[in-house]
């Protein structure tokens, strides 16, 4: 008869034979880690984004290549993203393009009132551009994909429901989504999303003027709950590696991260959609926040007052070597391959 402490300690051997086979295995598997930086918390779309290109690329390289997330600006912060991949303090870093004015003369164009309803629409349209032009504003960095957010609304403490409303009201945004508050009458402060809430807390700003995915990401339907319907630009993002890790990494996996250059960007842009649904429901669920549309005659002024900005970007573009009035077409003309069907 088999005594018990033998069984027990066949199971020790076993169970630590199985241990030591997955920690060599892993560490064998993942003969490449890289580091990805991202600054706005875990549960907002650029984050989530990132923990999916991870899932993905592990699989896709059988554990060839281990991914490390750093959300939350715990590795590089809004600000220092740009500059933090360049030095190889990160591999990887997610760019929103508003945060940095001038820096991308070719991408910013997504950040102008273009009429595009959807972040599906809009993320496949940049990543086209993007592709085509292969702008020198990306040539120290490899450039994994793009994306964009939703389209821009306004979420405000106190409820505006023309644009008088908005006199003077100091609201945040960032880029050249910071000019269209502008030019509406209100008073914009610019800044990147992670400095938004103690703004909000504050009382630095009385509101924010970007996608209602953050209503329920950065929990802002409980300080503002009234959010009007503009449906206007949307914010362009970049996600980029180090140049030197890139070219160091074998072919195979090269294909794998490029083969999921757009598919990231449709991916990213259908969760955003769906997302933007799921957090008016559960802000009106949590905080019973009240839904304005600007009446029709506000938003032709919003239109009429937002043009302007289309040929500042021109004359911009124009001193960076861009055609712009090719480029808009371009964009307009991709507008209408990917919107979706009225
Ligand atoms: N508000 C824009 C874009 C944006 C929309 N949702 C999120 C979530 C996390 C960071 C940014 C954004 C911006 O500030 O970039």
Redesign the pocket.
Known sequence: MIRIGRITSLFTVLMMSAVMFCSVSSLYAAEISLSYAN???AK????VQMERWKVEVEKRTSGKVQVQTYPGSTLLG?KTTLRGVMQGQADIGCV?I??HPGAFPLSSVFELPLGYTTSTSASLALWDLFQKHQPKEFKKFKVLTMF???P?NLMTKTPIRTLKDLNGLEL????I?SKILSSIGATPVS????A?PEALQKGVVKG????F??LK??NFAEICRYETVTNTA??P?AIIMNLSTWEGLPDDVKKVMNDLGREQAEWTGKY?DQHVNDSLAWSKEKYGIELITMPDADMNIIKEKTLPLIEDWKTKAASADIDGDAVLAEVEGSRALYEPAK
Do not use: H
């Not at 907002?44 to 984050?47: G, L, N, Q, R, V």
């Not at 945040?172 to 880029?175: C, E, F, W, Y």
């Not at 800044?191 to 992670?194: D, E, G, Q």
């Open positions: 600054f706005p918390p907002t779309f650029p984050c809004a929103s508003a945060y964009t957010s939703a821009s945040r945004a960032s880029g989504l800044m990147p999303m992670s938004t924010l003027f970007s996608s995915d953050v990401d950065m949307v914010y993002f955003m």
